[in-house]
RNA sequence: CGGAGCAUAGCGCAGCCUGGUAGCGCAUCUGCUUUGGGAGCAGAGGGUCGCAGGUUCGAAUCCUGCUGCUCCGACCA
């Protein structure tokens, strides 16, 4: 993409509202624009972000066995009346009528909606092992939304659920979740550490918050040191292999982790003092297991091998991707800007024109956009007419992983200079040499 | 939902108290000079001063009502 002709509405200065520095620096360098109270449109490079984070989360659901579809926002409040929680749910919930005068909501939340679709669908305990994902637009009516996207009222969530003929069965869509989460997170660079949570409105006897560590985070956590060195989940997991999913799911969860409400000062203080951690922590994904909660006021019931009727067994699991794009902010960032991890980075490099307009810079950096994106890289080429010093300030300020550096100083020598994003290391190199050396990382 | 505040150009703000032709910085456009870490000079464009009433010869400014937004607290992917 060349910059002269995208959309990229850059801030020099900050807009006051803006209090945390996701929100700031997702303002700032034109991501997003605020179109009321806790609700947001999605320019061109947040957009590109949110695409890259959503892809990300697809893959490793469909990875680990769950099957995508897509429900509407809007639904029916006499589905949510069949589950009682049509009037439990509250003013967070944005409640409409149609020209009918019928009670339409704005959906917060898909259990019910997905519950009566497997219920409509699903007879026998042949279908199941079953979880059913989308990728859409939630509304709640925050008391007080704030921090940019990290607290809007309209948020993207990703939520899964899972259907099983048993509690042993829904016990391993559960750490299948959990698995795809851990591998989820860490794809984007983030550790992420699973807690012990409150279940909640959801309800449900087994729930993990996924916790990122900031400094800026919301709720005060506390851990075992060692989570940090944790490996994630290889890619080659078995999902099938309840056994070993179990596994893995001790093995993260044997160290102490606690959210606030959830901690306990007497096991916090059995930790080694060098291995406690108490730090400020942002949740990212939150996942249950509510076993018949919905599948009893719905009566969803598939028939087993034994002939008889049985409630399905069910659970949810969320991740929020347009809060992740924030948190990832919050966690990467320094005083010149956000720094993306490669995976996520709106385009992962950037040429840097350093003096257009001079015929043989002009030449040098339309070879290198050519073989960049020939290779198969999302490259944003600055070519506008502006000074060296406001496209490096530009460059940093967006968190580009890799850029690209072409001026006549260098190319006097035959070079052009890479540049890292996350340490500022530089080096010169020939431009033919660019895309392969991009290929080392 | 309790408390506090704000609303004037795309962004940040002054002007309001004491009514009298709507301003500053940044951004934008034009020209010239610059050109490897957010350039300089000169010029230009851009506003129903959140909305609706009222007072007044005259309202951004005073009064009333409304709307929107922000911040602090309790709740939340």
């Not at 999902?239 to 982790?257: C, N």
Request: contains cysteine.
């Amino acid at each position: 993409m060349r910059l002269s002709r995208y959309f990229l509405p850059i801030l020099r200065e900050v807009p006051k509202e803006a209090e945390i520095v996701s929100h700031r620096l997702m303002l700032r360098s034109g991501m997003i624009r605020q179109e009321a109270a806790g609700i947001y449109a999605w320019l061109p490079l947040g957009h590109r972000v949110l695409t890259k984070v959503c892809n990300i989360i697809r893959e490793e659901q469909n990875r680990s066995g769950a099957v995508e579809l897509l429900m509407p926002p809007p639904q029916q409040a006499d589905l949510w009346r069949e589950s009682g929680r049509y009037d439990d749910y509250g003013k967070e919930m944005l409640r409409i009528k149609d020209r009918h005068e019928r009670d339409i909501l704005y959906g917060p939340t898909n259990e019910e909606m997905i519950t009566e679709i497997v219920r409509a669908y699903v007879k026998s305990y042949k279908a199941l092992p079953l979880n059913l994902y989308h990728i859409q637009w939630k509304f709640r009516d925050e008391l007080r939304p704030r921090f940019g996207v990290y607290r809007s009222r309209e948020f993207l969530m990703k939520d899964a659920y899972s259907f099983d003929l048993d509690a042993a069965g829904a016990r391993h869509a559960y750490n299948r979740m959990f698995v795809a989460y851990l591998r989820t997170f860490a794809r984007m660079g983030l550790k992420a550490i699973p807690m012990v949570a409150d279940t909640g409105p959801i309800g449900g006897n087994l729930s993990h918050e996924f916790i990122i560590l900031a400094s800026t985070g919301e709720s005060e956590v506390f851990c075992h040191g060692d989570y940090l060195g944790m490996t994630p989940p290889p890619a080659d997991v078995n999902f099938e292999d309840a056994a070993g999913l179990q596994g893995v799911f001790d093995q993260w969860t044997s160290l102490y982790a606690a959210t606030s409400e959830k901690h306990d000062q007497a096991a916090f203080a059995a930790i080694p003092e060098a291995s406690r951690m108490a730090a400020r922590g942002i949740e990212v994904g939150h996942i249950f297991y509510f076993g018949t909660k919905y599948s009893e006021p719905f009566g969803a019931k598939v028939q087993g091998p034994d002939g008889a009727e049985h409630l399905l067994h069910m659970g949810s699991y969320g991740i929020g991707p347009s809060r992740l794009v924030a948190a990832m902010i919050e966690a990467s960032h320094d005083e010149a800007g956000i720094i993306w991890p490669d995976a996520v980075a709106p385009f992962q490099v950037g040429i840097l024109n350093l003096k257009s307009g001079d015929s043989a810079t002009d030449a040098a950096c339309d070879a290198l956009y050519a073989a960049l994106t020939k290779a198969g890289y999302d490259v944003l080429y600055d070519d506008t007419d502006e000074r060296a010093g406001v496209k490096f300030a530009t460059a940093d300020l967006i968190g580009l992983p890799w850029q690209v550096l072409v001026g006549p100083k260098g190319l006097a020598g035959g070079k052009v200079e890479l540049k890292r994003r996350i340490d500022g290391a530089r080096e010169l190199i020939a431009p033919a040499d660019v895309v392969e050396r991009l290929k080392v990382g």
